[in-house]
């Protein structure tokens, strides 16, 4: 049998080798082309796309749909959204696409619901807090650019909250406050299905492959798939200043509804075609559930999603 | 904004983190895509592809996680510098470097994935400097000169040590039981 050691190399995985980096491209180049290149390959495919939730006749039809749903339905994606899409600039259809900056603009466009609680809670208002000020902060890279890409200073208290600069600092430090809420500290952990065990002293989710990160404090966010569907499933502690935050894309699109699981527990269901997310509101925490279904090949129904719930230990969340 | 941020935000579609990521990898992806393209192909060549990685990290954000993000740029580099040669007909470097494995192994009848893990821990279990010579050679496709200018060793030093590399990982692959301990295979 003959092998050509090249080919033997293609799934491997290399960061052991300190290569000398030269300066062979140019940053800003690599960006523009880039973004150039996701910009054309968003007009060319659907499934291509990031972050970018269809915007056109079809879709208006299930968002009519969902409205009415929605309008009678209380404590779901409303309850945590950061922002209504045309409340921060006008909409950019998809067809008016021509630029990596209308792609930007229009991804710019979406909405994005917390992960950390309901409206109104510290952990929510906090998060709203900081992603206003992030997002007018350094809006050139002024700032970033002169920071480099060598640790900081500020990594090991702040490396939860991107920070790059004392007054970034300064500002995590600021909101924490004014919201009685604790940094997410002592560095990542990283998680497996059999860490995770150890720390609940059961799986977090029946038959799922699970993997990501932690804090000390409980927080934590794991990538994975149940049933062949991809999902991310994260844990935020109440109390704690935490940042992340979800695209949905339009809140309109979602048919939502109320579901005890039947190990008991309360949670709020939201399904549309490109994904489908799980709300949780616990005693010592606020879990949700992202699936990915525009990454798989499979549709989902209400019942796989509620079934999807049933598989969830929210008891030892 | 540390890694396991910056991925996280890129997961959500965020352009900054992107843009986070090409400021902290692009240097290093484009001297992987350049040592391996070398001078068979343009400079916008090298953009091209260079750019090709990040867009295949901005669409395979939401499968990823922050646990080596820099050992999986590097395979993408490498997978889609390879596809460029091969697209444009170029002879891939080094194409003599063939393994005779003994009729009788096992590893053409393993899955994918066990023939990765097999060449991986092959590979990783061998000494140093020999595991960085072997990496340098057969994944960035750097040259034996550049190599021992790199490592400042003799050009002869590093020739012996790929011979001996390729000897350990044809030993390793030609063996004839799959659960056999890599690291009982004799070093020559």
Same mark, same amino acid.
């Given at each position: 049998m003959k092998v050509h050691i090249h080919e033997l190399l293609n799934n491997i995985e290399d960061s052991s080798v300190n290569l000398e980096e030269q300066?062979?491209?140019s940053s800003e180049r690599i960006k523009e082309l880039t973004k150039m290149k996701i910009t054309n390959n968003n007009s060319g495919s659907k499934r291509s796309k990031k972050g970018a939730v269809t915007v056109c006749i079809a879709v208006a039809v299930v968002a009519a749909l969902g409205a009415a749903t929605y309008a009678a339905?209380?404590?779901?994606?409303d309850s945590v959204l950061?922002?209504?899409?045309s409340e921060e600039q006008p909409p950019i259809a998809e067809?008016?696409?021509?630029t990596s900056d209308d792609y930007f603009a229009y991804a710019g466009n979406l909405e994005y619901i917390s =992960?950390?609680?309901?409206?109104?809670t510290p952990e929510y208002l906090a998060a709203k807090e900081w992603r206003q000020f992030e997002s007018g902060y350094d809006t050139d890279f002024k700032i970033l650019e002169a920071a480099g890409n060598d640790t900081s200073e500020w990594d090991d208290k702040y490396g939860a909250y991107g920070v790059y600069s004392q007054e970034m600092a300064d500002k995590v430090d600021e909101i924490a406050a004014k919201y009685d809420l604790t940094l997410h500290e002592g560095g990542l952990e990283d998680l497996d299905e059999k860490v995770l065990e150890e720390k609940f002293?059961?799986?977090?989710?029946?038959?799922a492959l699970l993997g990501g990160y932690g804090y000390k404090d409980g927080t934590f966010s794991v990538d994975g798939e149940f049933d062949g569907y991809p999902i991310q499933l994260g844990r935020v502690m109440k109390g704690t200043f935490d940042t992340v935050y979800l695209n949905i894309?339009?809140?309109?699109s979602y048919e939502e509804w109320n579901y005890t699981t039947k190990s008991g527990a309360n949670v709020t269901l939201c399904l549309s075609k490109d994904k489908a997310i799980i709300l949780a509101d616990l005693e010592n925490s606020f879990v949700s559930v992202n699936v =990915?279904?525009?990454?798989?090949?499979k549709t989902m129904d209400k019942a796989q999603l509620e079934n999807m719930a049933d598989n969830i230990n929210f008891a030892v969340l | 904004m540390n890694e396991a941020k910056a991925l996280a935000l890129l997961k959500k579609g965020d352009e900054e983190a992107l843009e986070w990521f090409i400021d902290k990898y692009g240097a290093y992806v484009g001297t992987v895509v350049s040592n391996i393209?070398?001078?068979?192909?343009t400079h916008e060549d090298i953009e091209e592809v260079t750019a090709d990685v990040f867009v295949t990290l901005w669409q395979s954000a939401e499968k990823l996680?922050?646990?080596?993000l820099k050992g999986y740029l590097s395979r993408v580099a490498r997978s889609l510098s390879m596809q460029k040669l091969r697209d444009k007909a170029t002879e891939l470097p080094l194409d003599e470097d063939i393994l005779i494995l003994d009729d009788d192994s096992e590893f053409d009848r393993l899955a994918q994935e066990d023939q990765d893990n097999m060449v991986r821990n092959a590979v990783y279990s061998m000494p140093q400097p020999d595991k960085e010579i072997f990496l340098r050679f057969y994944?960035?496709?750097?040259s034996v000169s550049v190599i021992a200018k790199q490592m400042q060793m003799n050009p002869s030093t590093v020739k012996t040590k790929l011979k001996r590399g390729r000897e350990r990982l044809r030993v390793i692959l030609s063996?004839?039981?799959?659960?056999?301990?890599?690291?009982?295979s004799t070093y020559s």
């Open positions: 300066n062979v491209v339905f209380g404590g779901g994606l950061f922002n209504k899409a067809s008016d696409i021509k =992960l950390q609680g309901y409206t109104g002293g059961q799986t977090v989710m029946n038959d894309g339009s809140s309109s =990915l279904l525009r990454f798989c090949d | 393209l070398q001078s068979s192909m996680y922050p646990l080596n994944y960035y496709c750097q063996k004839k039981t799959k659960g056999d301990d890599l690291n009982e």
